[in-house]
């Protein structure tokens, strides 16, 4: 299969060339005036929804200001998934050296995918839909932030959804007549099908994540559009941006500093950087933030609002004194628990023919391209040991068809920075083997560990510090364990036996000195391969005045300063039993109707967020 990768890989670079030699084409971007009503910093899922429904307000002028380009369909291919962290999309942070996790990885240090461009994430994601767990926003709630339950969210979770999914039309558990489709994508590989009757016959019922329970095994939802990657940009943004002249969107412009007046502690505009100029701008409301959960919090500590003695080390003024970066925290996930199978013609891409032909099927919306990154099916698992309320799950077992070579080394290992010693011993024996592979990849829902965000200098352009944290706390290796032994047991129901799936017997080399029949060579594994779920919430957490961690108040704004908020994933105050996609949509509709409230109900400024 590398031939064909290596097309689909230059297909990439065609789609980035184009962007990078007609910046602006098809993009609609329009030059900024001096002063807005809001200004929103970041395109991804949420900073697009807001676009949208602050838009609709045809009095209020809004400016989109994002970092990255803007978006290409021959990167929208969803199987190309796995390269997009090598493209221009990513930030590409790179954690600090971990010393209870990545040993695995180049200098022990994990990369950190994040999306940069019109999209934000969604432009290298993975496309999987899913709204976690009720319990998970009764959790908000209950560290009092009211307007935050389940009762509450679930009904932005719908507005912004379209579904089409089949076997699921008169679901009330889906949106129908929303911006963001939702789809099953039109092609399944039979491994796949094996493995869910494979989980049924391990006792996970086969149900709807997103519907009324959520333990148990489907194939995926995606946010595909008849196949295709749909970004939030794509969904929310581009079919209105003709329709409504007050919604400026300019890409290429990184925001540098937020402006706040140190006597009356307001917000009134930011300074952001366009091809080698700088610029200022106005807003008379508001400035909102939804730049990632990386980027806002180091926007927000250049902007002096973080913990004092932080700012002070690096003489910047302090405008508030907020724990920003310090509720960081990040999901793993296990990518190293490969199985072997006795057969070959299982995998998405292994007839030659075959792959030829599914770029035909592709611009119908059909075939093995449209599977983002190789992922097919999930379960959500409540391990034996867990502290999650009955029904939340604590794990995900994510089935794809493949395993770290089947993009032929030059995605993912490159994109996790995959030690090449691991590779070569471990790996790169299964490039010639003819044996079809599948891999259970292995998610922690709710770590324990806590990691945080630092500044590494005041330069806006130099990354953060950031130091994941991963298995700090044991507890979470001995779950990511129990995980593994659960997907190891399906591997092993009736169903799989047919293909005679061993896990791959090469031991890690650095875990040598044990037996893999024993739990210490998988702790050992697990510290190992483990990297991000790409799941990193809560830099910038909710929470009420008067808690310690909170940075933002239950209304997004933030504590101490007036006009300026936060309404993406960095809020998040607790985990959740899923990737945060759906969740940063629903935190841009329900950001959309708290401004709205405040503002059109008076013409007057909302009044001030607690001070401390
Ligand atoms: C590789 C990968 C795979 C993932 N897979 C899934 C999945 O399958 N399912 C799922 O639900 N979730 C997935 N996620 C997570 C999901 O995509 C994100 O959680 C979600 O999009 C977060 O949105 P956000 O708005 O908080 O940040 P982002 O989407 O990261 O958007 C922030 C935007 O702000 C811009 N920005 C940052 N700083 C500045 C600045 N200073 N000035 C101007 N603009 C700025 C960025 O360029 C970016 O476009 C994945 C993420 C990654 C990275």
Redesign the pocket.
């Known amino acids: 299969a590398n031939g064909f990768f290596l097309l689909l890989k230059t297909l990439a670079h065609a789609g980035r060339y184009i962007n990078e030699h007609y910046p602006d084409e098809g993009i609609n971007y329009r030059q900024s005036v001096p002063e807005y009503d809001f200004i929103i910093?970041?395109?991804?899922?949420?900073?697009c929804v807001l676009a949208n429904r602050l838009s609709e307000n045809p009095q209020w002028k809004i400016l989109l200001?994002?970092?990255?380009p803007g978006e290409n369909d021959l990167q929208n291919i969803p199987l190309l998934t796995t390269f997009l962290?090598n493209s221009q999309y990513n930030?590409a942070d790179i954690a600090e050296a971990q010393n209870t996790s990545c040993y695995g990885m180049i200098d022990q240090r994990c990369s950190l995918?994040?999306?940069?461009?019109l999209?934000?994430?969604?432009l290298?994601?993975?496309?999987?839909?899913?709204r976690g767990n009720p319990a998970d926003y009764d959790r908000w709630a209950a560290q009092g932030n009211p307007g935050w339950s389940h009762a509450d969210l679930f009904p932005y979770f719908l507005k912004s959804e379209r579904a089409e999914l089949r076997g699921l039309e008169n679901s009330t558990y889906h949106g129908k007549s929303g911006e963001l489709h939702v789809e099953f994508p039109t092609f399944r590989t039979n491994l796949a099908r094996t493995f869910v009757n494979g989980a049924r016959e391990a006792g996970h019922r086969k149900l709807d994540y997103n519907g009324k329970s959520q333990l148990g095994v489907s194939y995926v939802q995606t946010t595909g559009l008849r196949g295709m990657r749909q970004t939030a940009y794509r969904a929310f943004v581009e079919p209105v941006l003709y329709k409504r002249p007050n919604l400026h969107v300019q890409p290429y412009?990184?925001?540098l500093k937020v402006l706040i007046n140190p006597d009356t502690q307001t917000a009134y505009g930011v300074t952001?950087t366009r091809h080698f100029r700088n610029y200022e701008v106005r807003a008379r409301k508001e400035v909102i933030v939804?730049?990632?959960?990386i980027?806002t919090a180091q926007?927000l500590l250049l902007s002096g609002i973080g913990p004092r003695e932080h700012l002070q080390n690096f003489n910047l003024p302090l405008v508030s004194n907020l724990p920003v970066g310090q509720s960081f925290v990040d999901s793993p996930v296990f990518n190293g628990l490969t199985f072997v199978l006795n057969e070959t013609g299982q995998a998405l891409l292994t007839d030659s023919r075959f792959q030829l032909r599914s770029l035909g099927d592709y611009f119908r919306g059909e075939g093995p391209l449209t599977v983002p990154g190789g992922v097919e099916a999930i379960s959500f698992v409540r391990t034996e040991n867990a502290t999650t309320e009955p029904g939340v799950p604590n794990i995900a077992i994510v089935f794809s068809t493949g395993s770290l070579v089947s993009d032929g080394g030059l995605g993912l290992r490159k994109g996790k920075r995959i030690k090449t010693a691991i590779y070569n011993k471990v790996y790169r024996p299964l490039e010639t083997l003819r044996n079809d592979q599948w891999t259970a990849s292995v998610v922690l829902l709710h770590p324990e560990s806590r990691g945080h965000l630092k500044l590494r200098s005041i330069n806006p352009y130099s990354a953060l510090k950031i130091y994941p944290g991963y298995f700090g706390a044991d507890r979470d290796v001995e779950t990511m364990l129990e995980g593994i032994k659960e997907a190891v047991r399906i591997s092993k129901s009736p169903a799989m036996r047919r293909y005679d799936a061993r896990v791959l017997g090469i031991p890690l080399p650095n875990c040598e000195q044990w037996d893999q029949r024993e739990d210490e060579y998988w702790r050992c594994a697990i510290r190992t391969l483990s990297s991000t779920a790409?799941?990193q919430l809560g830099s910038c957490r909710m929470g009420p005045a008067g808690d310690p961690l909170a940075v933002v108040a239950p209304d997004l704004r933030v504590h101490g300063v007036q006009g300026l908020r936060v309404a993406?994933?960095?809020v998040v105050p607790t985990t959740i039993s899923?990737?945060?996609?759906?969740i940063?949509y629903m935190i841009g509709e329900r950001a959309a109707d708290i401004i709205k409230d405040q503002w059109e109900q008076g013409s007057s400024a909302p009044t001030s967020s607690s001070d401390r």
Do not use: C, F, R
């Open positions: 910093v970041g395109a991804g899922a949420a900073g200001l994002e970092a990255g962290q930030w995918p994040h999306g940069k461009g999209g934000g994430s969604t290298i994601d993975y496309m999987l839909y899913g412009s990184q925001v952001y939804t730049a990632g959960n980027n926007l790409y799941q993406d994933v960095s899923a990737q945060s996609a759906a940063d």
